[in-house]
């Protein structure tokens, strides 16, 4: 076996096994969140097995999956057997596979085990490094969750989860392309479609894509939220109103592979928010440069990106409790009015600068120049919005509004 | 009623301003009021280590007790004020002629099915001699139903337990009744 294959081989075994442990870890997370958002204590009892150690609730997981492994394993009969075990696999092998790209991290030094060699270049923190569609590769996995998601509604015959696929398709593929809009901007500026290179770009100029392009932050963030089916997007499950959406008739293992899949959307979705937007693991100062890599370096740079992203889905928990969910028309019309127009505006802006720079009107790297007019671009929207439509946000009946309370009414 | 029927107002909802309907400054409003609970202090306890605050016992319907008079005897004169007044029928009350001079009757046996109990504390409110109240006591569990029916020496061990803690809610709120 060549080192090449042994690295890839560890790597996907770290990373399966790391992002299950992960995705274990931030149920338990979100349950903390919510319970203190709350005012609740959240689990806290669930300790070692057998002894009285408790450790804040850290065997939870544990107990969680061991529940779910033992729960039984209910087929209803008048399922499509074979669509019905199939959806769940495709969702979840499709929301795992997208992790082949993600750089968790940077460049290693030269270091070698059991005389086997290995050049930090080699080593990189990718699974698949160096896939030049990067991002093309994630979006046309993420792509394929829709066909879980249609397939688990289908498969059931179950009018509600049929309904419920179909909101949830849709739902997904309105709001791939105003993510896809929120990208391009950043593929314009970058002009590379890898993940690597992107986060490269961001560090080499200082400058993070957040601050030149908050309209394509904005746009993103919407749209990954509405991707990974989180609050307030949460229509295909939708917990409080519909039965369960399109996984009604699941149970046991196919249903838990259906929340981990869910989970690792949201994973997914805050690493690109980091990666793309916030510098991956860059930050000013602390990350050094490429050329002198160290042991130090390295570990501060996955350090780096970790910490962004358990900042970037605390706010993914934080939103949950936050707001309440979209109605099924306002999910469109903000995916088709709202982010559809306000992505294209960001592209566009861009589009313009990258062209200004190519042909030497703008200096090359003039990363603040493009933040000035991203942030004007997004503030002058804001503002002659505000003017066109004033910034009304309650519309419960009240006196000279109409309705009930308006006082001729009354006296008539 | 139709729709056309002048008595019917029709409610037309304000129009939200696009800012309204692109949900940001709600957003923030809302993500303050989030932060703002994450860190406040917590309502719940760790239950059973751990006993909630209760707010004012005087007022609290918990396991009933049966109170005792200064002679340690029942106080109950066994009226049945507080078994008609009980809307889930649950106190069951044996008269007999009493043993002592200053009543007529005492109560023979006194039972309470605290599982019928909706705990509205009607029994307490009835009761002229103030001698069956609902104390504090809040984890009230049993292995079995017949252990749930409380007995009158059990309701007046619950009085024993509790009246250090919690003194007779008539002495507490100074209107005893004068003899
Ligand atoms: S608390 Fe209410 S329901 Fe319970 S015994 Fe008294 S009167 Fe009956
Ligand atoms: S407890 Fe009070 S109300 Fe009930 S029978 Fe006895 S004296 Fe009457």
């Not at chain 1, 274990?24 to 057998?50: C, F, H, M, S, T």
């Not at chain 1, 394993?73 to 057997?81: M, N, S």
């Not at chain 2, 008595?7 to 304000?14: A, N």
């Amino acid at each position: 076996m060549s080192p090449d294959l042994i690295a890839a081989l560890v790597k996907i075994a770290l990373l399966i096994g790391g992002l299950m442990t992960a995705a274990a870890y931030l149920v338990l997370l979100e349950r903390w969140i919510a319970a203190w958002v709350q005012d609740r204590k959240g689990p806290n009892r669930v300790g070692i097995p057998l002894t009285d150690i408790k450790l804040f609730g850290l065997g939870q997981p544990l107990a969680d999956g061991l529940k779910f492994i033992f729960k039984e394993e209910y087929t209803p009969a008048h399922v499509d057997k074979a669509l019905f075990v199939l959806a769940p696999l495709v969702i979840l092998a499709a929301a795992l596979a997208i992790f082949a790209v993600i750089p968790f991290g940077s460049v290693v030094p030269d270091f070698d085990i059991w005389g086997y060699k290995f050049t930090g270049d080699a080593v990189n923190l990718v699974v698949a490094p160096g896939v030049d569609v990067g991002l093309i590769y994630v979006f046309a996995l993420s792509s394929i969750a829709v066909y879980g998601v249609i397939l688990g509604g289908w498969s059931s015959n179950n009018k509600y989860s049929f309904i419920g696929g179909l909101r949830s398709s849709a739902q997904l593929i309105a709001y791939e392309i105003p993510m896809g809009l929120g990208i391009l901007g950043i593929v314009l500026s970058t002009g590379s479609l890898r993940l690597d290179a992107i986060i490269g770009s961001q560090a080499q100029s200082g400058w993070w894509n957040a601050m030149t392009q908050p309209l394509g932050l904005l746009v993103f963030t919407v749209a990954a939220f509405a991707e990974a089916a989180r609050l307030p997007f949460d229509l295909p499950e939708a917990e409080q109103e519909l039965i369960g959406g399109y996984h009604t008739e699941y149970a046991g293992m196919k249903l838990i592979l259906f929340l981990i899949a869910e989970f690792l959307h949201m994973i997914t979705a805050a690493l690109l928010i980091v990666i793309l937007f916030f510098g991956g693991w860059h930050f000013w100062g602390l990350t050094g440069a490429d050329d002198q890599v160290t042991w130090l370096g390295a570990l501060l740079r996955i350090f780096v990106l970790v910490t962004k992203f358990m900042l970037v889905v605390l706010f993914f928990m934080l939103v949950r409790w936050s707001w309440p969910r979209f109605r099924f028309d306002q999910l469109m019309s903000l995916a088709w009015k709202v982010m559809l127009p306000l992505g294209l505006l960001n592209l566009a802006t861009m589009a313009i600068l990258v062209e200004l720079e190519a042909n030497g009107t703008l200096p090359v790297g003039s990363q603040g120049t493009f933040a000035l007019v991203g942030w004007g671009v997004m503030l002058v929207g804001w503002i002659g919005s505000a003017l066109v439509a004033p910034l009304q946000t309650d519309n419960r009946p009240r006196p000279g509004a109409g309705g009930l309370l308006e006082p001729e009414r009354l006296l008539a | 009623m139709q729709a056309t029927d002048p008595d019917i107002y029709w409610i037309t909802e304000p129009q939200l301003g696009l800012a309204g309907n692109m949900y940001l400054p709600l957003f923030m409003q809302g993500l303050t009021t989030t932060v703002k609970h994450l860190f406040s202090p917590k309502v719940t306890v760790s239950f059973p280590e751990e006993r909630p605050q209760i707010g004012n016992p005087l007022i609290y319907r918990g396991v009933h007790r049966l109170n005792k008079d200064e002679a340690g005897r029942v106080k109950c004169v066994a009226c049945f004020l507080c078994a008609t007044a009980c809307p889930a029928h649950c106190i069951d009350i044996v008269a007999a002629p009493s043993p002592w001079p200053d009543r007529e009757k005492y109560p023979e046996s006194f039972t309470i099915d605290e599982l019928r109990c909706i705990f509205c504390g009607m029994c307490e409110e009835a009761c002229p001699v103030d001698a069956v109240e609902l104390t504090s006591l809040l984890d009230l569990t049993g292995r079995s139903r017949e252990e749930m029916i409380f007995d009158k020496e059990k309701l007046l061990s619950v009085y024993d337990m509790t009246q250090a803690a919690e003194p007779m809610k008539s002495l507490e709120l100074g209107n005893a009744p004068s003899k």
